[in-house]
């Protein structure tokens, strides 16, 4: 009976010790972050408009296209194209002559925190002999509709939207909206107009046969993205 009552005691002062113990316990709690920051300090990716994969930029300059321009900030103009039309042979009773580029796009990135509108414009000056005088009288340049698209893996967002221009060198009142977003455009777009091989069917130059003179004649096209909002 002795044995008993022994082991009876130690059993009842461990139960009062494990209940006193859990009587003490105390909630303890701290508070921590976790941080990211983003910027638009660099000039965005120029994506390749036969992949858009911003994972493999593409160079334009050393692929026979216009050099990048370079922007930076949370809207930017990216990448504009030249044209080129070949050369021709004077008096072959041919008015209309397409591009010879394969790979002309434009691309716009919207980076900005409020996603309003924005829209691209154009205008073209001048044509210039080699002479530095005006030429090419009477001509015009028309750019059709070419895709719009936006990066590989990225959707959800609403899209730019793009039309049919006719362009006169030299009028500055003829300046052409060419691309044209709603609301909410966050990501790269680019309007690309692809090439059929040979030439190009979506950019055209007529030029009235009367107007044709020997030599190169070169005009400059100036690309304006504008927040049509703010």
């Known amino acids: ?16 010790v494990l ?6 316990a105390a909630t303890s709690t701290g508070e921590s972050t976790a941080k990211i920051t983003f910027t638009t300090n660099e000039a965005p990716v120029i994506v390749d408009p036969d992949d858009r994969d911003p994972n493999n930029p593409y160079e334009p300059d050393k692929n026979g296209g216009n050099t990048p321009t370079g922007n930076t900030g949370a809207l930017t103009l990216d990448y504009a194209p030249n044209f ?5 042979e004077l008096l072959s009773n ?15 990135t919207d980076r900005r925190v409020n996603r309003t509108e924005w829209e691209v414009i154009v205008k073209l000056g ?8 005006p030429s090419l009288i009477g001509s015009t340049l028309s750019i059709d509709a070419g895709t719009v698209q936006t990066l590989v893996n990225v959707s959800g967002f609403a899209a730019p939207t793009t039309g049919d221009i ?5 009028n500055a009142g003829d300046a052409q909206t060419i691309l044209t977003s709603p609301e909410g455009t966050f990501s790269t777009w680019q309007i690309y107009w ?15 046969i009367n107007s044709q003179v020997q030599g190169t004649h070169t005009a400059t096209l ?3 993205l504008t927040d049509v909002v703010n």
């Open 1 to 16: 009976m002795k044995k008993r009552f022994a082991v009876s005691t130690v059993l009842m002062s461990t139960a009062l």
């Open 19 to 24: 209940g006193t113990t859990t009587a003490w």
């Open 84 to 88: 080129d039309f070949g050369s021709n």
């Open 94 to 108: 041919k008015a209309e002559f397409k591009a010879t580029d394969q790979k002309p796009f434009l691309q716009v």
């Open 126 to 133: 001048d044509f210039i002999d080699e002479g530095g005088k």
């Open 166 to 170: 006719t362009l006169t060198p030299g």
């Open 194 to 208: 692809k090439g059929n091989g040979t030439d190009n069917d979506y950019i055209k130059l007529n030029v009235p």
């Open 222 to 224: 100036d690309w304006t």
